[in-house]
């Protein structure tokens, strides 16, 4: 494992944020407006160093409002110029049918009985239930996405541009094995009206199903990146990299530390040219426990990584990928904001 700890310690990293916090304070009074109508001259900017630092909205999954208008709000108080869009605020704001499912209960049912675990007759019957409400809510969704204007997925970019924020990946459950050729082709359009460059998704691990993306993603001229957890390696991707030019990586790099692979940075050097976003998260080793950390206390090399894609002008996207525990007291926003601190002190 190469250079695992960053090049200043958290002690330092948290003594300094609080300087730094008092420049993002900036955004609080402007947001009292709904974001659709801000009229202000502060506009993020969170490109440090020629380093576009950006963040998935899922980060954000724990607030409160998941509107679009929320989320907007919650990017512009991180101070976050660019993003990565889940499907869902997205979908929302452009009038998607509600979901009559409650999705965290229903997936930690599915969680539970993957894990082996015995599921009581009550839970049984409520799993089922969800099962069967959900394949016809996909259904639904379907047939919405195969009709849906772009008049509002167009609305939904200008209000974020003219907030300051731009879109470059988009990653709405459109990809998938289980999903219409309607849906994926709605999906890459709706992409590039948002203005990205990229659609992402979890790596299907099916050959015949990343060629067929990279085919569709072709005639839309999008390029398809796809995301990996503890199964990547550095030849997790070769397979969809040969069969298009429009199969790209969207690499985790904390999720590729907790693989086991020792030299995290060489497939940043192997594979930029393919590398569309960059998760960054601050995950341990295998030896260490793989555990998903505040950043600066995990294995994961972020201010190197940061600093190699600086000095060699790499033109992906470093996107802030909340996932440790959120402290009492706190919340997303404020953690994000710490990630993006962290980013300026490796950038400086």
């Known amino acids: 494992m190469e250079n695992k700890k960053s090049n200043f310690s958290r002690r330092k990293f948290l003594g300094t944020t609080a300087t730094f916090a008092a420049g993002a304070a900036i955004s609080g009074p402007y947001l009292l407006a709904a974001p659709s109508k801000l009229k202000t001259p502060y506009r993020p900017n969170s490109i440090i160093n020629g380093v576009q630092i950006g963040v998935i909205t899922y980060s954000f999954r724990s607030m409160p409002d998941q509107s679009a208008e929320a989320t907007l709000k919650y990017i512009l108080d991180c101070g976050i110029s660019a993003i990565e869009l889940m499907g869902d605020p997205a979908e929302s704001f452009a009038g998607k049918p509600e979901n ?97 460059s990229h659609v992402t998704l979890e790596h299907p691990d099916d050959d015949i199903h990343t060629q067929k993306l990279g085919a569709m993603a072709k005639k839309h001229g999008i390029y398809v990146a796809y995301h990996g957890h503890e199964q990547q390696t550095p030849t997790f991707w070769d397979t969809a990299l040969k069969q298009s030019k429009y199969n790209a990586l969207n690499l985790d790099l904390g999720h590729y530390v907790a693989a086991g692979n020792k030299a995290p940075l060489d497939i940043i050097k192997s594979k930029h040219k393919r590398i569309m976003s960059m998760h960054t998260k601050d995950r341990q080793t295998p030896e260490h426990g793989k555990g998903n950390l505040p950043w600066g206390t995990g294995d994961t090399p972020i201010t190197q990584a940061l600093q190699l894609i600086r000095d060699n002008k790499y033109k992906f996207p470093v996107t802030i990928e909340l996932e440790y525990d959120i402290p009492e007291g706190s919340n ?17």
Do not use: H
């Open 332 to 348: 997303a926003v404020e953690e994000v904001k710490k990630c993006l601190e962290y980013c300026k002190m490796s950038l400086a």
């Open 100 to 196: 009559p499912v409650n999705r965290r209960a229903y997936y930690s049912l599915m969680r539970s009985k993957r894990r082996g675990e015995v599921l009581s007759d009550v839970q049984e019957k409520e799993l089922a239930e969800m099962e069967e409400k959900t394949a016809a809510y996909n259904k639904e969704v379907a047939q919405w996405r195969s009709t849906v204007s772009m008049d509002k997925f167009e609305e939904l970019r200008k209000m974020y541009n003219d907030a300051g924020v731009t879109i470059y990946a988009f990653k709405p459950r459109a990809f998938g094995k289980d999903n219409t050729d309607d849906e994926i082709n709605w999906g890459m359009r709706a992409a590039k009206t948002l203005g990205a």
